[in-house]
């Protein structure tokens, strides 16, 4: 027992667990930023290739952005003071949901003040215990919170796995309970896109709700960014769109897209929108500006795909194993290398931080035990130089610790 553990014994089982990570070698401590989210920025005090965030379009620190922010902050404060259904409704939090349902082409649109809040809130409330999910097995952390909170029968199937998707259908179909079947748009850990134009044609065969968290997918997917649905052309069959503010819009919140009756109903049963304090008024003028950038500076997003595209060829050149073998196939801008032992990644990451670049390792349990990886993410910013450096790195390090022959 540490002397920590030893003087106030009630938290001896959170320390004991510690010690657990500490023996495996998957024990982190934060890395913090010095400056600002960029390609090149500094943590710890250490300049690096930074692979590790999901500023996708470099918005983080767009100068409009930060006009936004300041004007925004001056004008109205930099608090809303209360929940949207009491005192905390202002004008321009109304303005970012009427600019995020013309965006994506939907009647109507509610921001959360995160993406986390978003899928948990509207998961756990459009539900309740007589209901169904299916939900796919990689879905991110906040579906499934949101799921067990709505107290519904929750059923998972096999990653993108349609013909399981269906068989579960099935299997429910004849209860009374309505069905909602989730994806995310594109997963987290390995980068893969969800097929949601064929869970979506389940769905109508069904008569299941569609529900699609499109967090790494705004920004990112579909014209100008508009996320997987978009992609699919699956926008009429698409009940609910979640997307995140967090990530390629560089700010913060999350949003759900549907109808103008989904939306009512989550104004008045939604526990994070009724419970839990509107943005700052700068967060809703930020994001507000982040959408004319997608609407009015497309290059980002091809920027960002064309450096994706020669990062991921450069990778599987020099022989890393970026998914596709025993884990699912990128195809987005993020990246995973697959390493398989969770002690070997960690050490890995740490080696490629002392030799310049971040680039995060991820274990168990946050992906499949054996299954550690390091995630890079690419974003439009990053500069050919800044890349070719970033893979220089990478294959000198994988040749020191025997990840790499030769
Ligand atoms: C990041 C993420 C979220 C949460 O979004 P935040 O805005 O960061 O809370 C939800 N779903 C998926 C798939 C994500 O990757």
């Known amino acids: 027992m540490t002397t920590a553990a030893a003087k106030r014994p009630q ?29 090149v920025c500094t943590y710890d005090g250490k300049r690096v290739i930074n692979l590790a965030s999901n500023n996708y379009l470099g918005l983080c620190n767009h100068p409009k952005l930060e006009e936004a922010a300041i004007a925004a902050t001056k004008k109205y404060g930099v608090g809303s003071g209360a929940v949207r259904t009491i005192a905390g409704t202002m004008h321009i939090h109304m303005e970012l949901e009427e600019k995020i349902a013309a965006f994506k082409g939907v009647e109507a649109c509610v921001v959360f003040q995160s993406g986390f809040a978003a899928n948990a809130g509207t998961v756990s409330s459009i539900l309740g215990k ?32 349609i013909a399981h998707a269906e068989q579960l259908l099935q299997e429910v179909q004849n209860e009374p ?21 064929k869970l979506a044609d389940l769905c109508e065969k069904y008569g299941a709700i569609m529900m699609v968290d499109d967090a790494h997918a705004s920004g990112v997917l579909g014209r100008n960014g508009r996320g997987s649905v978009d992609h699919f052309h699956a926008t009429d069959k698409v009940d609910v769109q979640v997307g995140t503010l967090s990530k390629a819009i560089g700010a913060l919140g999350g949003y759900v897209c549907g109808s103008r009756d989904l939306i009512d109903y989550l104004y008045h049963r939604a526990r994070p929108f009724l419970f839990s304090t509107s943005h700052p008024p700068s ?8 959408f004319d950038i997608l609407e009015n500076e497309p290059d980002r997003i091809q920027r960002l795909w064309d450096n994706t595209a020669y990062f991921k060829q450069q990778l599987t050149d020099a022989g890393f194993d970026v998914g596709g073998n025993t884990t699912p196939k990128s195809e987005t801008p993020i990246t995973p290398i697959i390493i398989g032992d969770g002690r070997r990644t960690m050490d890995f990451s ?24 390091i995630r890079t993410i690419m974003t439009s910013e990053h ?9 220089e790195t990478f294959r000198s390090v994988a040749r020191k610790t025997g990840l790499l022959q030769s």
Request: charged content about 30%; glycine content about 8%; overall charge negative.
């Open 130 to 161: 007589e209901d169904f999910i299916l939900s796919d097995e990689l879905n991110h952390a906040s579906i499934i919170d949101g799921a067990r909170l709505s107290k519904a029968k929750i059923k998972v199937f096999r990653h993108k796995d």
């Open 350 to 373: 740490r080696a490629l931080f002392d030799a310049g670049v971040m680039a995060t390792g991820i274990a168990f349990p946050t992906v499949p035990e054996g299954k550690a990886r």
């Open 283 to 290: 967060v809703a003028a930020t994001c507000i500006a982040a």
């Open 383 to 391: 500069t050919r130089e800044q890349i070719d450096q970033a893979l």
């Open 11 to 39: 938290l001896a089982h959170l320390t004991a667990q510690l010690d657990d990570l500490r023996e495996r070698g998957t024990f982190f401590k934060l890395r913090v930023l010095d400056d600002q989210q960029a390609p």
């Open 177 to 197: 309970g309505r069905k909602l079947l989730i994806t995310d748009g594109v997963f987290s850990m390995d980068g893969d896109i969800g097929p949601v134009d």
